[in-house]
């Protein structure tokens, strides 16, 4: 028996040698990203999200990870990961729906970061796209 779970686009946006963070309202890290809206190409939908969670453009490469992702006990959301670099620089718009973003070094990465935490498979994503070259 298959399980149908909501699907969320993920963003493990990679500039200098650092990794873009947002703190959510669970006072953990997340990627950039979110749902894709009916019929929308995840890709487009990445473009889209990162946009309006951050004010920034970034190019979407290849997928790098997909795993469950239980958000609360008993609720689990399908995450889909692609690497991706900034389009152009700049200052961080943060929307309504995070309460930080930070810059974080490759080599300050781990389960927890800054006393926050860093969900498992989110660091794993994030190692995987650090291993790989941007390629759509």
């Given at each position: 028996?298959?399980?149908?779970?909501?699907?969320?686009?993920?963003?493990?946006?990679?500039h200098?040698?650092?990794?873009?963070?947002?703190?959510?309202?669970?006072?953990?890290w997340d990627?950039?990203?979110?749902?894709?809206?009916?019929g929308?190409?995840?890709?487009?939908?990445?473009?889209?999200e990162?946009?309006?969670?951050?004010?920034l453009?970034?190019?979407?490469g290849?997928?790098?990870?997909?795993?469950?992702f239980?958000?609360?006990p008993?609720?689990?959301?399908?995450i889909?990961?692609?690497?991706?670099?900034?389009?152009?620089?700049?200052?961080?718009?943060?929307?309504?729906?995070?309460?930080?973003?930070?810059?974080?070094?490759?080599?300050e990465?781990?389960?927890?970061?800054?006393?926050?935490?860093?969900?498992?498979?989110?660091?794993?994503?994030?190692?995987?796209?650090?291993?790989?070259?941007?390629s759509?």
């Amino acid at each position: 028996m298959s399980l149908n779970y909501p699907t969320s686009i993920k963003g493990v946006v990679l500039h200098d040698g650092r990794v873009l963070l947002l703190l959510n309202e669970r006072d953990e890290w997340d990627l950039p990203g979110g749902r894709p809206d009916a019929g929308e190409d995840h890709r487009m939908a990445l473009v889209r999200e990162v946009r309006e969670e951050t004010g920034l453009e970034v190019e979407v490469g290849g997928l790098v990870d997909e795993h469950l992702f239980e958000v609360l006990p008993l609720r689990f959301v399908r995450i889909v990961a692609y690497a991706c670099v900034l389009r152009t620089e700049g200052e961080i718009a943060l929307s309504h729906e995070h309460r930080g973003a930070s810059w974080i070094g490759l080599d300050e990465l781990g389960e927890r970061v800054a006393g926050r935490v860093l969900p498992a498979g989110y660091l794993g994503a994030i190692r995987q796209a650090a291993c790989q070259p941007l390629s759509p």
